[in-house]
């Protein structure tokens, strides 16, 4: 039982060696210290910033849940609960932007002693974000579980009458990824609109208009430009997984109360993140090279070592875990197929997006007829890449409900499927174990988390050792090992992004699942009919549908407006006198500075649809009606996401393709027909689609915690 | 009892008087009468062999059915309504087509005489097909209520026990929307692949590559461009509005039986239809201008003063048709709330497409920072512009089921809600009839048929005229005013397209009504539950979900191949000598073939994953997962449909805001950025946007008729 406050402390004290072991390697000439600096400054500055917004918010919301809870319609422990959700989120940002933004030039040093050396470091940034986020993750919910533990055992006359002192602490805890949600919110979405800015102001004026390459020095978007690749896929990415982890967990506790597995049941998803852990840090210590040929596949093929070797004994060892705990071996069935459908939905994933891959290749081939068949075929390839996806997630979903559902007789049990005949006394039985075996397939899936964010987290180190690299007008073998590194961080971007939003999807999933038992239990009847033809639900499940549609519209202006303010900025500074030639600095903070307020501004806006939709709909249409809208969204969503990611990551590997030679090369019409469908794709793969994922699972989980309000008004 | 066949004969009647006005109209100039015939020639191939492979497609379903039939699983009358059903909307294309064929110069030719005079045949033409798509559905299905009437009457064995014979009848007659749907798939698929195909090649190699303005008699495509412009916009429209129309009437009369209206009830639908025959006769009269100065405000009130007319006229007469057959006062609150719907959707779709407005003046503003940004602009608009629809419709699904359900003591009666309460005894009743009242409301906003088809087919008559103008070198006084109705057409066709989205969700949502009705019959059980969190269901959702998406990407992709045929035929025919000197005419006819074949192959696999689809998902996962699987599509397709007509409309307008002097203007760098975006949304408005009507409702027709087969299996 000690398995996840122990788990939680392996994976922070690992942490730690490694952030110390990155610390400690050379951090290269005195320019590139100014680079990473620089970068490091304008990082904070942002963080700071956002965090104070998010202050003000976390003010706000601990007043209404305080206020909540003053009137009976929450626990009194609930606010206290998202403070500290909210601080142990924000803090991993924290602590993985502090070690990306040191390791970035460190990296680039690295690289000067061998190809390993560069990989051990920007990927060990990573498993620090990796790590940080699993442990303090785990953490929190250790803490909140201890503790709730011993208040309840202390007074027994806080449970209320009909409940069990474990009951009340799932359904308690349940409340709790509202902190990490919230944090996730203003991460994801603050952190795509400002990369985003940075990315096309930077590109659109300094590539198209001066002509001067990526990364110029002269530019001066250029460190905002790289600040925003750590605040998207390293602050954002962490803080979504953040969330997806912490909720797939208290989702799948109360589950396991409803379905009569107590409390080893409940304690099942904490022992999964507990041997995750174990089996993320052996992972990583597979993740290394031989040789000084920057070949792609041999990255890749480190990378994947990694991540599969930690699945597998993942699979091995959650064996013994239900073995010892429920014994109930559907469940096994259940976390198996999470963690299939995590690597199954990454392959294909690279199939939709990577070079290698007809679809992609398809797209540079579209630009022989001009920009609108690039964005055509690219918008073709994402729409078509949803089929799998969901595909997957649906099989996978069925095989965790029918076979968990299935198992009968505990641990000297075994499957009867004919459980789920509606004529069955045992069917209400087997429902409910089969919901808590839907859950269980997302921690299964989230379980590698350690070792899936650091691939995530390694990108945006090697793209800034790039970057700074090319500042520093470093030799063309250091560039062409940093390229490789940044090639496969761009990979692992592609597929990081495919695993993010089938987590969410099975998180949201959950929370879903959750929900509905919360409403059962506040109706108080023994079961609630949630008819898919009812109008009530049924208006609800449209307009569920559309929301992602009118988030995704509003983040897509938000970048475009963002992108506004910079591109007037680097404008005017390149007219600056000496900045053109090169003698004068241009004023990095300044853009640093535009991105972090445009990012604060534009995400209030969406932040306010995601939380307010689901709040007016339950107070309006009644809490039956919330179902219906979470399962449109999380339905349209989830296409909505794949699609945008993936036309995004296609577009964007299309204009390399033809980089790479292929149909006339950079500079060519074509080429900029493929740069079109590229800028087209940036804010859908790294502003609106990942915000999706905040959108579906954030929805769940404000209409958990406000449930009980809906009934004071139904 | 007699309104609808006398309604249907008085529309047909008077559709034959307005052909026979246009018929005897000047055809114009032997030059004219030739491009006329030329159309005509190449609509009609395009027909022929399409009807050809629809006849095999009905001889395999009719065996099919058939087959289902002698399995006792089937009705035997559906195999051989689905033919009537077919032949009747083949039918209505075919003297669509004609009709519009023939008017396009004599529209030129009139317009010659006055503006009223252009306008008037023009928009008789499109009458004609409005009336004869309301006639000729009126007629088939007012053909089998009698013939099944008088066959169930003379033998009253043939009535299954437990069953009455108007029961019996709706229920036979629910599964005729088989053969509309079933045309309207291919009308719809294949003529917007056909119409892209000839349109992007004609403008990419035309106006693009060679520089010659549009409607070029040297570009080999044009002829096959206005071909395209009445196989997309008559047929296709055409044949989409015919399955909503006969589709929405035949679920009003299955869902009133289980409402308990009985047969009075049951002809409600029929004599709304009837009702809007007059009224729509009626409202063409008004459409008429005076003077000769081609303002697109005086012709759009022309336009504007015909519909609202009607539908004012219909909201009086409806009252009278309840009050003397139901007496359910409720349901006359549905046929209104469908009624404003329509209209209101109607001024939203033109808010967001029409450069009079904000939203395409700032798509024409984007293409200043290039292709990209008018790309995004046009998503993000399209993609907002989905709320409004969707809460419209939202609104007036709720209405309709409340006051529907609400109303009790027929004629006498009055509200009373609190029947909805799940306690009241009655809340079984209240809710079979609000889902009557919701049916009712698609038939309400359907009733304007007549003459809201009018103004959509109205809008490829005036495109040929200019078309014709052009071609034969006609003064600019002519050229003005031809446009002056071209740009009419183009605005009648973005709100048209909205209609037809709205319309196409509420009857979509009648059958999926029906849908649950007939299997709630076939399971034998009192009632079912559709858990919306039933696993089964919520995976079917997801599924359907996804499918829009694929079936777009489907659908995008085939217009791209087609237009690669029709690029490299017409740049073939360019470096012919003499066609680019204008002395040796291109051969039109090998553009109009191209189109033709590929618009029969290309539409082949969308057609098979939509009859698949449902079919699969029933016989693996059952009948009620089925029900999961249309909500999905439904909810998502809406959406889709509603942003991909949006998106496309507007860059349509931005483009030619820009035209019209705006931001550089035609030829200048940005003009070049929105043609891009018009481009882009040439497939998204007038191919895969539109189809989507088809999918959804085809699905759920598919469902309703395969019912039968889901059980044998589960």
């Known amino acids: ?215 110029d020095p002269r530019n001066a978007a250029v460190i905002a430009d790289n600040v925003g690749d750590n605040v998207g896929d390293v602050a954002g990415m962490g803080a979504d997984l953040y969330e997806s982890y912490v909720g797939s967990i208290v989702a799948t506790m109360a589950l396991a109360i409803t379905a009569g597995y107590g409390i080893s049941g409940a304690m099942v998803p904490m022992l999964m993140a507990g041997v995750g852990v174990l089996a993320s840090i052996i992972g990583t210590f597979l993740v290394r090279v031989k040789g000084e040929d920057a070949d792609m596949k041999k990255l890749l093929n480190a990378l994947r070592r990694g991540i599969y070797t930690s699945a597998i004994l993942i699979a091995v060892l959650s064996f013994f875990v239900i073995r010892h705990t429920t014994g109930d071996m559907g469940t096994y069935v259940a976390i198996v197929a999470g963690l299939l459908a995590g690597i199954i939905i990454g392959f294909f994933t690279e199939y939709y997006t990577s070079d290698a891959y007809k679809p992609t290749q398809a797209i540079a081939k579209a630009s022989e007829t001009g920009h609108a068949t690039v964005v055509l075929e690219g918008i073709a390839n994402g729409m078509m890449s949803t089929a799998i996806p969901v595909i997957i997630v649906a099989i996978a979903t069925l095989a965790s409900y029918f076979c968990a559902g299935a198992w009968a007789g505990g641990a000297s049990g075994g499957f009867d499927f004919s459980r789920f005949s509606p004529s069955n006394p045992k069917f209400g039985e087997a429902a409910a174990q089969g919901l808590y075996g839907v859950a269980l397939s997302a921690v299964g899936m989230l379980s590698t988390l350690g070792i899936t964010l650091a691939t995530d987290a390694y990108g945006p180190v090697a793209d800034n050792a790039g970057g700074c690299a090319e500042m520093c007008g470093l030799g063309k073998d250091v560039r062409r090992k940093t390229d490789a590194l940044d090639s496969l961080g761009n990979t692992t971007a592609a597929t990081g992004k495919g695993f993010a939003i089938a987590s969410a999807a099975l998180t949201a999933l959950a929370l879903i699942a959750a929900y509905k038992d919360k409403i059962t239990a506040l109706s108080n009847l023994a079961e609630i009919n949630l008819d898919i033809l009812d109008p009530t639900i049924l208006v609800a499940v449209f307009i569920g549908a559309m929301l992602p549609f009118l988030f995704c519209s509003m983040t897509i202006r938000a970048v475009g407006r963002a992108a506004g303010s910079m591109i007037e900025e680097v404008r005017r500074q390149f007219h600056k006198p ?121 929805m769940s989980m404000v209409s958990i915690v406000f449930a009980g309000l809906f009934f004071v008004f139904h």
Not at 110 to 127: E, H, Q, W
């Open 1 to 215: 039982m000690l398995l996840a406050p122990i788990g939680s402390m392996v994976a922070l004290l690992f942490a730690a060696h490694l952030a110390w072991k990155v610390a400690k390697a050379d951090p290269g000439t005195k320019e590139m210290q100014d680079i990473s600096k620089a970068v490091r400054e304008g990082a904070m500055a942002y963080l700071y910033r956002q965090y104070k917004v998010i202050l003000i918010y976390g003010v706000l919301m601990f007043a209404v849940l305080s206020l909540m809870a003053y009137h009976g319609i929450q626990n009194w422990f609930v606010p206290f609960a998202f403070f500290t959700g909210l601080f142990f989120s924000g803090l991993s940002g924290y602590i993985g932007m502090q070690i990306a933004t040191i390791s970035n030039c460190r990296t680039t040093q690295g690289v000067r002693t061998s190809l390993n050396r560069g990989l051990r470091i920007s990927f060990s940034s990573g498993a620090v974000m990796g790590l940080t986020v699993v442990g303090l993750g785990l953490l929190d919910l250790s803490i909140w579980f201890f503790a709730l533990k011993w208040y309840y055992a202390a007074n027994p006359g806080a449970v209320p009458v009909g409940s069990t002192a474990i009951k009340e602490i799932t359904d308690v805890m349940l409340n709790f990824g509202i902190g990490a949600s919230s944090m996730a919110l203003f991460a994801r979405v603050g952190g795509g609109i400002f990369t985003k800015a940075a990315d096309v102001g930077a590109d659109l004026v300094g590539k198209v208009e001066a002509g001067i390459p990526e990364d």
């Open 578 to 698: 000496g900045v053109m030639e090169g003698k004068v600095k241009p004023d990095y903070a300044k853009c640093v500075d535009i991105s972090t307020k445009a990012a604060q501004k534009e995400m209030m806006a969406p932040a306010i649809l995601a939380i307010m939709a689901p709040i007016s709909v339950g107070l309006i249409l009644g809490p039956f009606a919330v179902a219906g809208l979470l399962v449109g969204s999380l339905a349209s969503g989830f296409v909505l996401a794949v699609f945008m990611a993936n036309s995004g990551g296609s577009w964007d590997n299309a204009k390399k393709f033809i980089e790479d030679d292929h149909y006339g090369g950079k500079g060519s019409q074509n080429h900029k027909a493929a740069v079109t469908g590229d800028t087209v794709g940036d804010p859908f793969k790294d502003t609106s689609g990942p915000s999706l994922n905040i959108l579906i699972k954030l």
